[in-house]
């Protein structure tokens, strides 16, 4: 089945030109989130005409929008949708698709990010598979992606297993407040403390910050359009200095654990 098969750049297209309809709103959320189906349309087969006409079906995503944003005192007010995209682009750009296809788009209830949905148990977090082997390395990566986009708010919930048939692949959600420019990583994962970050995770790390820093494809110029220029400058700093310091990140002293933990 084709939707089997989609590239990122397929979801993409499908996230933000597909009509939207929104089921309902999700429960536990501080800010409003809703459930949507996205539906092909028009728009959809000309933005993919390599694609066999009916071929992908509508599919279940997560509307943000900015007007549900609950006001933060440390987090420009409105800008939260914008996060969840750069958290997007840039675990895209390092190529470790660890954040699911994520747009910003114009939905029912004005501007906000569109997140493909991701089936999963609820009761699987980071807290029920710690430790083991098979996720050692996305859980590494993990770690490194919320050092370099300053996480504050890393819970154990935000870490989904996607169940496939011959192995499970690990998603992470909820990036609206990361890119601070000062420092405010909080998280639950520091399995990995003092340890060193594996060589061709560091070479990942480099090419990203090139990446950045050349403006290849863009993504330089569309961080610039999400975030301020000081938090791009930020970001930069904080990939250099994982480089350059070649160990996973301990905590140090004050608040480096989200509340609550799930």
């Known amino acids: 089945m084709a939707q089997q098969t989609l590239s990122t750049a397929d979801w993409l297209q499908l996230l933000q030109v597909g009509t939207l309809s929104v089921k309902g709103v999700l429960p536990w959320s501080s800010n409003y989130s809703f459930l949507v189906d996205v539906c092909p349309n028009t728009a959809v087969w000309e933005a993919l005409p390599h694609l066999p006409q009916n071929s992908v079906k509508e599919v279940r995503a997560v ?19 914008q996060r969840e995209r750069a ?22 209830h004005g501007t906000g990010s569109v997140q493909l949905f991701i089936d999963h148990n609820p009761e699987a977090h980071y807290f029920t598979f710690e430790g083991e082997p098979k996720f050692r390395e996305a859980l590494q990566k993990t770690v490194l992606l919320d050092i370099i986009i300053n996480n504050a708010d890393r819970k154990a919930g935000h870490v989904l297993i996607e169940e496939h048939e011959n192995s499970d692949k690990l998603w992470l959600i909820d990036h609206g407040i990361c890119f601070h420019a000062e420092y405010k990583l909080r998280t639950v994962i ?10 061709e995770m560091l070479s990942d790390l480099e090419t990203l910050s090139d990446k950045i820093a050349s403006n290849k494809a863009g993504l330089r110029s569309e961080l610039t359009r ?21 160990t996973f990140l301990a905590p140090g002293p004050g608040r480096h654990y989200p509340w609550p933990p799930v």
């Open 190 to 199: 520091w399995e990995f403390a003092g340890e060193p970050i594996p060589l």
């Open 63 to 81: 509307y943000k929008p900015r007007r549900g944003e609950r006001p933060l005192w440390d987090f420009a007010q409105g800008t939260l949708c």
């Open 226 to 246: 999400l975030l301020a220029q000081t938090e791009v400058g930020a970001l930069q700093n904080r990939i250099r200095r994982v480089i350059n310091r070649g």
């Open 87 to 108: 958290a997007f682009l840039i675990s895209h750009a390092i190529g470790w698709n660890l954040v699911p296809p994520t747009v910003l788009r114009e939905g029912e």
